[in-house]
T-cell receptor, first 113, second 116 residues
């Protein structure tokens, strides 16, 4: 079975803090994705990566950065957390190709106070 | 414009009723893929089905069935004899080629509540 894990299920941070959300997949997938999920807005793509050290902006990259130093790990970084970044963050991975299913981690619910 | 539209925000049904969740998509690609995911209260999105644009055959898996119609750009999902465990948010998604890779577009989800 595909396994995507995220470092925390719940996280509480203060405004201005630097926040790291980690995602690890164990299926040797080339593609990895970060989404945020907000009520009424569905899933919105923040960043994605098709290969190690490669990243591309999604629909809402402002205020976020990412890092992919190893194939299995994709990190989302909030350089200076703000209250409007309070959300559920979902990581996903897939093989290359648009036919391939994205598999999701359990999500991290981040609250920024 | 929304690539994937799930017009039903919330649906409530009584247990054992059938329910259909609608999904309308928009794409110019001739090759694309459609998906349905289930998100139970635990939060993790669970993959249910993938369908490619060349296969319009309906699919049935137990109590679940999917109706794909390219003519109306719809990929609807029906749950027969609903159960309380079906209560979840359901997302429809479209995958199409973009540059050297592919991108997923998710609908805003339909929250289904099955009342015992």
């Amino acid at each position: 079975d595909v396994k995507v894990t995220q470092s925390s299920r719940y996280l509480v941070k203060r405004t201005g803090e630097k926040v790291f959300l980690e995602c690890v997949q164990d299926m040797d997938h080339e593609n990895m994705f970060w989404y945020r999920q907000d009520p009424g807005l569905g899933l919105r793509l923040i960043y994605f990566s098709y290969d190690v050290k490669m990243k591309e902006k999604g629909d809402i990259p402002e205020g976020y950065s990412v890092s992919r130093e190893k194939k299995e790990r994709f990190s989302l970084i909030l350089e200076s957390a703000s209250t409007n970044q309070t959300s559920m963050y979902l990581c996903a991975s897939s093989r290359q190709g648009n036919s391939d299913t994205q598999y999701f981690g359990p999500g991290t619910r981040l609250t920024v106070l | 414009a929304q690539k994937v539209t799930q017009a039903q925000t919330e649906i409530s049904v009584v247990e054992k009723e059938d329910v259909t969740l609608d999904c309308v998509y928009e794409t110019r690609d001739t090759t694309y893929y459609l998906f349905w995911y289930k998100q139970p209260p635990s939060g993790e999105l669970v993959f249910l089905i993938r369908r490619n644009s060349f296969d319009e055959q309906n699919e049935i898996s137990g109590r679940y069935s999917w109706n794909f119609q390219k003519s109306t750009s719809s990929f609807n999902f029906t749950i027969t004899a609903s159960q309380v465990v079906d209560s979840a948010v359901y997302f429809c998604a479209l995958s199409e080629r973009q540059g050297t890779g592919n991108q997923f577009y998710f609908g805003t989800g339909t929250s289904l509540t099955v009342i015992p």
